[in-house]
Each structure stands twice: as structure tokens, then as C-alpha cells.
């Protein structure tokens, strides 16, 4: 049977069957994963589990083709594949390990790899037991995928991402534990079994192993990649607040989500800021900016919403919250920071600031309600600065109007 499958492959005019197709698209499968884990580490060479991620599918794919090609009846072939499936399980966990932060050192992988390896070798040189060396294959990969899971708790507080992959890693451990990988011995079809009659059904279950934990994996490597990008084009980085391209698209969002729902809004504004840079220097400047920015994230609760719109100027949206209970949390990021000062090489300093509070109204846009607050942030200025200049809500009515009505009504404090 061997001989007859030789012949076919010799002869490059037939094309391949259905069953070396899908044999073939295994380590297809691995290798572009492979590839796909090595460009993410060109991308972000501090993960090195990407490293270790791609090592593993390459070595898993390397396995599979001995076994396609193993056209001769080479015993060697088949040890030397379980030996590549062992340290393609072995560089996998590590990989898993070293995403979480977790060292592998001292870990009971390596023993545990060890062990499967000797049975391997007992069961196929010493016994020649070809069903006891397949089934330790696979009940020694999925340990080893299991050991490593056993110790990746975090991932269940991970994004959608993260919890995917660690239910993913029980559920390929107890496909290999119940033997629906019991081809693991031939991960893919051996030379002559290509041509047996329903031969490449016993390369599905691999396969779809194979997709399915890749799939995860890089699903998972992606977030990795992705999350910091994302996050750095919507962060001021002098503040660590998120910037004004934020402001724009997440509390416009926010308000049409809920437009029942009482918003407050505060926007503030440093006092003198200029001078300060004119003064002490740009250093000082941007000294000035991070604090605010420190003082913002310690004052505002869980929930509320900061921004750097630009130059010395903030906001703060705050879902759920009336008018007063925002003038609370501006009260307390105005005293903070009234007993600030920064000490700079031209001397020292204090730093006021001036906020402006307004409640949003049902259905009230964004720009609406971001006007009416900017009109009691400059009131607040004219009347002598760090202070809070605050209205009550009231019935929606021409942006104009409110805005006059608002100036007279407004509270300082």
C-alpha cells in the first residue's frame, strides 16, 4: 500500500486527494499561525511568549509533515514526531506561562515532558505497542496543556480574548485526555493510509484542535498588540488622561445611549497658566499638567470620565451624577490642588483652577451642554477664579436662553 501511495505522489500530473488535501492543510494550518505569531513579535519584540507561541506551531508543523512524508516504514519516523508534538506542547506552555508573568522555572513541565518522552521510547522501541505509545501522546500533550492551564487563573479576568483561550485550554486537554486525538501517534495519515477508504476523517479531529486553540491564541496575542496602540492614540501622554479625540466620540456616545439619564459635565481650566510657563519655564509647564492630571485620576470615582481637551483645559463627565454631587468632586480636586505646590529650579509655585459644572438635560446633544458648562467656566473666571461656578438643571429650552438664564441663576463657590 505504501508502494502504490509512492507512485502517486512521484507522478506531479495527478492532483492531490481529498485526503492529502486535508492532511496537508494541518501543518498548513501551523505554519501560518507560526507565521503569524513571528510577524507579531517583529511588531512587539518585548513579548517574547510571541517567540515561544510561533516555535510551537513551526515545530508542531514540522511533526506533521514527517509523518505525511513518511512514505518508508522508518520506525524512527514516528518517535522523532511524537518528539516534536512533546516540545511543540512544552514551548506552548511556557509560552502561556511567560504571557501572564508567571516564571516556568522550577515548574513541573519539564519533569513532566521528560516523563512522556521515556514512556514514548518504552512503549515503542522496548513493547513496540503502537495503540500504548499513541495514547500516551496524547494523554501526555493534554497534561502538559493542562499543567500550564492549571496555573493561568488571571486569564479569567481578561478581556473576552483571554476568557475564550482559558476555557479553549480544558477543552483541548479533555479532547486529547477521551482520545478523540487517538491519531495522535499519526497526527495526520501515515504515507499508505492516504489511499484507505475514509482514512482522512482521522485527521479532523487534529485539525480542528489545531484551528480552533491557534484561533484563541492569536486572537488573544492580538489583543495584546492591539490594546496598547489603541489606548496610546486616545491618551494625553503628559497626563495619562484620555485626549480630546476621546472626549469627542466616547461622551457623545454616552449621551445617546442614555439621553434620560443625568450627566453632569465640569470643565475646568487652570488660573495663570501662561504666566506660569512665561515665569518658571515649559518644564514647569508640563510639571503643572501632570499633577492636574495626577490630582484628576486620585479625586474622580469609578465611572467618571476625564479628558486633557487641550492646552490648560479639562473635562469631566460624570453618568448617573446630579449637579450637586458633581460640585462635591470638583471641590475636592480644587482644594487638592490648592494645597499643591511645585517646586521648579526658578522656585516654587502654587496653582489654582476654575470649573464650571452643568447637568445634561433629557435628549440634549453634547455641544449643547458642553457650551452651557463653558459659559459658567468663564463666568467662574471673571468673578475672581479658583472657585466653582455651578447651575441646577433645567427644562430644555433655546441653548441661548438657558445660557443667559444659567449666567444669571449661577452659584459660586
Not at 514551548?91 to 506561562?97: I, K, T
Not at 492569536?218 to 494625553?236: G, M, N, Q, W, Y
Not at 457623545?252 to 442614555?258: N, P
Request: charged share 20%; with cysteine.
Amino acid at each position: 500500500m505504501a508502494g502504490s501511495f509512492r507512485s502517486i505522489k512521484l507522478d506531479s500530473s495527478l492532483p492531490l486527494t481529498a485526503s492529502q488535501a486535508l492532511a496537508l492543510g494541518n501543518p498548513a494550518m501551523c505554519l501560518l499561525f507560526a507565521l503569524g505569531f513571528a510577524c507579531l513579535w517583529a511588531h512587539e519584540r518585548a513579548r517574547a511568549y510571541l517567540l515561544l507561541y510561533a516555535a510551537a506551531f513551526a515545530v508542531y508543523a514540522a511533526g506533521t509533515l514527517l509523518r505525511i512524508f513518511d512514505q518508508a516504514d522508518v520506525t524512527g519516523d514516528d518517535l522523532a514526531a511524537a518528539v516534536l508534538y512533546v516540545g511543540s506542547a512544552l514551548l506552548l506552555a511556557r509560552g502561556l506561562l511567560s504571557r501572564c508573568g508567571i516564571d516556568a522555572e522550577g515548574s513541573p513541565l519539564g519533569a513532566l515532558g521528560i516523563a512522556v518522552l521515556v514512556l514514548l521510547l518504552h512503549f515503542h522501541i522496548m513493547q513496540n505497542d503502537v495503540p500504548a505509545f499513541a495514547y500516551t501522546l496524547g494523554v501526555g500533550l493534554g497534561a502538559l496543556l493542562l499543567l500550564a492551564w492549571m496555573r493561568l487563573g488571571a486569564l479569567r479576568r481578561g478581556g473576552t480574548a483571554d476568557q475564550v483561550l482559558y476555557w479553549m485550554l480544558p477543552l483541548v486537554s479533555a479532547c486529547l485526555f477521551l482520545g478523540i486525538s487517538w491519531a495522535a501517534g499519526s497526527v495526520a495519515p501515515r504515507a499508505g493510509e492516504f489511499v484507505q477508504p475514509n482514512a482522512w476523517l482521522r485527521a479532523l479531529p487534529p485539525a480542528g484542535l489545531v484551528l480552533v486553540l491557534g484561533g484563541s491564541l492569536f486572537a488573544s496575542a492580538l489583543s495584546d498588540v492591539i490594546t496598547p496602540l489603541k489606548h496610546e492614540r486616545i491618551t494625553d501622554p503628559l497626563t495619562q488622561l484620555k485626549n480630546r479625540r476621546n472626549f469627542e466620540d466616547l461622551s457623545l456616545e454616552r449621551l445617546q445611549r442614555h439621553p434620560e439619564y443625568p450627566f453632569s459635565l465640569v470643565l475646568l481650566d487652570l488660573d495663570t497658566f501662561k504666566a506660569i510657563n512665561d515665569t518658571y519655564g515649559h518644564a514647569a509647564g508640563d510639571a503643572t499638567l501632570a499633577e492636574i492630571g495626577r490630582i484628576i485620576r486620585d479625586c474622580t470615582r469609578t465611572g467618571d470620565m476625564a479628558w486633557r481637551l487641550g492646552g490648560d483645559e479639562f473635562a469631566i463627565l460624570m453618568p448617573g451624577t446630579p449637579a450637586a454631587g458633581a460640585v462635591q468632586v470638583a471641590e475636592r480636586i480644587r482644594a487638592q490642588l490648592a494645597l499643591t505646590r511645585l517646586e521648579m529650579p526658578r522656585g516654587d509655585f502654587a496653582v489654582t483652577a476654575s470649573f464650571g459644572i452643568a447637568q445634561s438635560r433629557v435628549d440634549e446633544p453634547l455641544y449643547e451642554l458642553f457650551a452651557r458648562t463653558d459659559v459658567l467656566l468663564y463666568a467662574a473666571k471673571r468673578q475672581g477664579r479658583d472657585r466653582i461656578a455651578c447651575a441646577p438643571g433645567q427644562e430644555r429650552g433655546d441653548a441661548r436662553d438657558a445660557m443667559a438664564r444659567e449666567g444669571e441663576e449661577m452659584l459660586s463657590l
